[in-house]
């Protein structure tokens, strides 16, 4: 079956997601509990080098909605992590685009230090490129505890830049060819809006890896992650109760059973929880300012918790 949206997709049913508690047909929706905080993402800030066509973050050069996260924002949460004793095992950096935040190098030496395994998702092009000498001192330091996860929308330079923009494509050859010299940890982000089956999106992306030199096994799901497409704009069904059953899919499998996420809006306070990469921006789903407030139940109220989650079954976490 093709994977991906078509251009002939309804638009959502403005009735749908509108009360956390139940959908539009009156059923109970359904939730998530967390059962254990395995991973802890970080949202470094939403500005990005470039504009993508469909950035479901809406990162760019002027969205400046999430201010960038500073060393001690990170800190903070690190400290409770022991001080609570939170099973924690990694933590992940997301954007916007990480490398653009000049804290970055100095956060994930703290990470680091402190024996996480640590992942950070990047388009690998110019911001990475000026922080070359410290990633080689991260490098030399910690090994294989630090991965990149490099985002090629697609295996060909057109449709890859008909995504990211013209001009985009040699940039992230080139910060990918400079990774793979240095003996980086690399794992690759794709997308699946082009009406490929995943067999075949597995299949072109190994032929690139093969003619650029580039070490990752395009048959390992955990190596090359293909996500859905996320429009919310976008019909989807709601998710209820029932449909753990009528789908064979648990609870527990979704990336919000085991993952939180840290956000500093430009205009709050200060960093806040919430509970994954997904959902940055809704108010709704703000779980509190301390790890110890977002031990709370999901509720499944938005398109890319049915779409790209429970009917998409993917997640942003390493594993």
């Known amino acids: 079956m093709p994977t991906g949206l078509t251009t002939e997709a309804p638009l959502l049913d403005p009735d749908k997601f509108r009360d956390p508690y139940v959908t539009a047909k009156g059923e109970r929706r359904a939730v998530v509990a967390l059962t254990h905080l395995r991973t802890l993402w970080f949202n470094t800030g939403s500005l990005c080098n470039i504009t993508c066509k469909n950035c479901y973050m809406e990162s760019s050069p002027k969205n400046d909605a999430l201010a960038y ?89 057109e449709r890859h830049e008909e995504e990211r923009g013209e001009d985009t494509w040699e940039p992230v050859i080139k910060g990918l060819d400079w990774l793979v010299e240095n003996g980086f940890t690399l794992t690759i982000a794709g997308r699946t809006c082009w009406s490929e089956t995943e067999d075949q999106a597995r299949a072109g992306y190994k032929a690139l890896f093969v003619r650029e030199g580039i070490p990752v096994d395009a048959d390992d799901p955990a190596k090359l992650v293909l996500f859905p497409e996320m429009d919310s704009g976008l019909d989807v069904p709601e998710i209820t ?36 990469t997904l959902l940055p921006y809704d108010a709704e789903f703000e779980l509190g300012e301390r790890l110890s407030q977002s031990a709370t139940t999901v509720q499944l109220n938005h398109p890319h918790c049915a779409r790209f989650c429970v009917l998409g079954g993917a997640s942003c976490s390493p594993d």
């Not at 024996?115 to 388009?123: D, E």
């Open 69 to 157: 996260l500073t060393r001690d924002d990170v800190r903070r949460y690190l400290d409770e992590i022991d001080a609570e004793g939170y099973p924690v095992d990694e933590i992940a950096f997301t954007g916007g685009e990480p490398f653009m935040n000049r804290d970055l190098p100095d956060i994930l030496e703290d990470v680091l230090a402190r024996g996480y395994r640590t992942l950070v998702l990047t388009n690998a092009m110019k911001p990475l490129w000026n922080k070359r000498d410290r990633l080689l001192a991260l490098r030399d330091t910690y090994g294989a505890a630090l991965t990149l996860r490099v985002s090629m929308d697609h295996h060909t330079p």
């Open 241 to 276: 109760v029932n449909c753990w059953d009528i789908l064979g899919i648990k609870p527990e499998t979704m990336m919000c059973a085991t993952s939180r996420m840290v956000i500093k809006r430009r205009d709050g306070d200060g960093p806040v929880v919430v509970p994954c």
